[in-house]
């Protein structure tokens, strides 16, 4: 079970900066969700709310079509959902969008176009635009996919909460992002990431929780 915690950005951010997940190496040993950290009691719903908003990220990026994408100017006033990762990890980026997509489609049309869903690589070596972008295609051709200097993409994800390390090849030849690996949503009415998402977020509960984020309501 799963409870609905409001917890603050300070507290998140602090628990985050310790809890990255491996997810370049097929494992999840040496990482976890900032979720679990920021607290140890049950739950019984997959969201966080945030008493104390993240600010939107001051990102400017390059999209997969090769354009310069301003983060803050592209989704002002629009539900927006934000993700750190990068194509070649294995299992948890995969899945995540994978689970946005299949909980977005249940939407209706009108409410899918107001969504925002932006997914920030953390290997941006490898993750040129146009791989970016075939992959993202595979999940959703509407999902935003954004790369650019990795220092750029780490201060990015700070203002967030977000852990990010630059990739390193381990001695087998894999290269191993580590990254925290959770979801944040962005109020339409504020602008504000006020609600935050774990990597164990399945499916149905994206499903369950999007009407009232395209709204800008606490699920």
Not at 47 to 73: C, H, I, M, S, W
């Amino acid at each position: 079970m799963r409870n609905n915690k409001a917890v603050t950005a300070v507290a998140f951010a602090a628990a985050a900066a310790l809890a990255l997940s491996a997810c370049g190496s097929g494992d999840d040993k040496t990482g976890s969700s900032a979720i679990a950290d920021v607290s140890a009691a049950p739950k019984d719903k997959a969201a966080t709310v945030l008493d104390q908003p993240f600010t939107k990220p001051n990102l400017v990026l390059t999209d997969t079509k090769g354009k310069e994408y301003d983060l803050r100017e592209a989704t002002k006033g629009k539900p927006t959902l934000i993700y750190f990762g990068y194509t070649n990890c294995p299992d948890v980026c995969p899945l995540t969008m994978s689970n946005i997509s299949l909980a977005k489609r249940e939407l209706p049309k009108a409410d899918q176009d107001k969504l925002q869903v932006v997914f920030v690589t953390t290997d941006p070596e490898r993750d040129t635009p146009a791989s970016l972008g075939k992959w993202l295609s595979a999940q959703d051709p509407t999902f935003t996919g954004l790369t650019g200097d990795f220092p750029t993409i780490q201060a990015g994800a700070r203002q967030i909460g977000i852990g990010i390390d630059a990739p390193k090849k381990e001695k087998d030849g894999t290269v191993v992002s580590m990254h925290g690996a959770q979801v944040i949503a962005f109020s339409p009415k504020t602008d504000e990431g006020y609600v935050l998402y774990g990597e164990d977020t399945s499916a149905e509960e994206y499903t369950k929780d999007l009407p009232k984020l395209i709204k800008g309501e606490a699920p």
